[in-house]
């Protein structure tokens, strides 16, 4: 079992920013993949950005050039920076990672972007 706790959501001006955490803990050994997701009300989730255990990252083309991933390989934590957010960028935010054959998800944590 592998558990993933996020924090760092709340509520923010446009133009704004936020910093999302999310610490993997249990039996995490073999993580490669850590990754963000995102579901606004009456919408499917959707991938936000990922990356690799070696660092190679991959974003949605809405977030590219305004938010970042990274990884403490060290701290099994996966961070999201999210600059000059949207109202539209609203949504709960989620922490992922599959591993053998199974996707674990975080509880999720609510970021509002007022206009």
């Known amino acids: 079992q592998v558990q993933l706790v996020e924090s760092g959501g709340g509520l923010v001006q446009a133009g704004g920013s936020l910093r999302l955490s999310c610490a993997a803990s249990?039996?995490?050994?073999?993580?490669?993949?850590m990754g963000w997701y995102r579901q606004a009300p009456g919408e499917q989730r959707e991938l936000v950005a990922t990356?690799?255990?070696?660092?190679?990252?991959n974003y949605a083309d809405s977030v590219k050039g305004r938010f970042t991933i990274s990884r403490d390989n060290a701290k099994n934590t996966v961070y999201l920076q999210m600059n000059s957010l949207k109202p539209e960028d609203t949504a709960v935010y989620y922490c992922?990672?599959?591993?053998?054959?199974?996707?674990?998800w975080g509880q999720g944590t609510q970021v509002t972007v007022s206009s």
């Open positions: 990356i690799t255990s070696g660092g190679r990252v």
């Open positions: 992922n990672t599959p591993l053998l054959g199974f996707n674990y």
């Open positions: 249990g039996s995490i050994f073999g993580i490669n993949v």
